[in-house]
């Protein structure tokens, strides 16, 4: 794919120095005040278009949610675009990776998860007010503060504008050279805690009742779940437990990662593991968790959506490829209820890495179905 001319409004070195400036605001989940300020930043931009912005209030140690909603089209079910502003990467990470280009790639912290989707499909919006059109449907874009921890501040905005979206678009990026996604595993997530009794190692053993020896246990249950070939997968990925190695361990902590590729998956493990009971006298086993992001199935309204992402990537001139990971998104939310199409960010790799990267060669053409995917919904 060659790079237009600079006069293109879909120039890819355009669209990538928006890119950078979005990326050069670190964003951690956990530091408010730098995803507010990118949130400001998001915010200037949507100013002189044909659109309102409304600003959310952090709450719970997370920033500020942003809504963009395109000033027509709001009286009717419309297309909801999804976006999230925070990063996994620290404070001070950028230093490791900052902003650089080397040919096509372009390396730096959030730039492939997600700011540069996010940015895509911003770029879009604003070709088509510069062109004084107005899409079909209204636009809504809503940029989040918090997907990286779950979404816990977010969840019930995206719920509430996806029931009111004839479509949902999430900006996540593209998976295997440039693959748009059309279905994910559900996300749950477990708090084991395990109380015994303690006792001195060496001279009553007797007298004790080891949590950690319960939470070996536990672990073995838990690892009998996984069933790679229906894609199930269930991690032990955090243990914790006892003082010191001449004390019978008194209390031990676990925390647990379960993927779920269908509704029906999630009803047969979900009360196994909360079921979870002590195989030792003396001890007790409490369990705590939840499903925290539906298993998103391609249905019907999806897949109908998908094959019209992909005539349209024909005629900008790419093949359109879906696929299916184990990888949660907000999508997860909508996808029950709302047609939606996710991984229509960059492509790249790296995510949640120290060499996360862009491909500059997918701006253009990603940029460009974005558009003609607001310009063609109805």
Known sequence: MTTSSSSSPFDSRTILEGIRQWVEIETPTEAPDQVNK???LVAD?????????ERIAGRDGCGDHLVARSSWGQDEPGILVLSHLDTVHPIGFIARLPFSVDGDVAYGPGIYDMKGGAYLAFHAFRQLCAGGQKSPLGITHLFVSDEE???PTSRALIEEEGRKAKYVLVTEPARDGGKIVTGRKGVARFDVT????????????QDGRSAIRELA??????????D???????????????????????EAYAEVDARL???ADAEEILPKILGLTSRSDGVTVEVSGEVNRPPYVKGNAGAALFEHAKSLADEIGFELIDTYTGGGSDGNFTAPFTATLDGLGVDGKGAHTHYEQMYISSIEPRTR?????YETLR
């Open 149 to 151: 921890i779950g979404s």
């Open 45 to 53: 931009g949507y100013r002189g278009l044909d659109a309102t912005i």
């Open 217 to 226: 246990n536990v672990i073995h249950a838990l690892e009998a779940l996984n």
């Open 38 to 40: 990118l949130a400001s």
């Open 369 to 373: 179905l974005l558009y003609r995917l």
């Open 261 to 263: 590729p269908t509704p």
């Open 194 to 205: 395990i109380r015994g009794v303690p006792a001195h190692a060496g001279a009553r053993p």
């Open 228 to 250: 790679p070939a229906r894609g199930i997968t269930v991690n032990v990925g955090v243990v914790r437990g006892g003082t010191r190695p001449n004390v019978i361990a008194e």
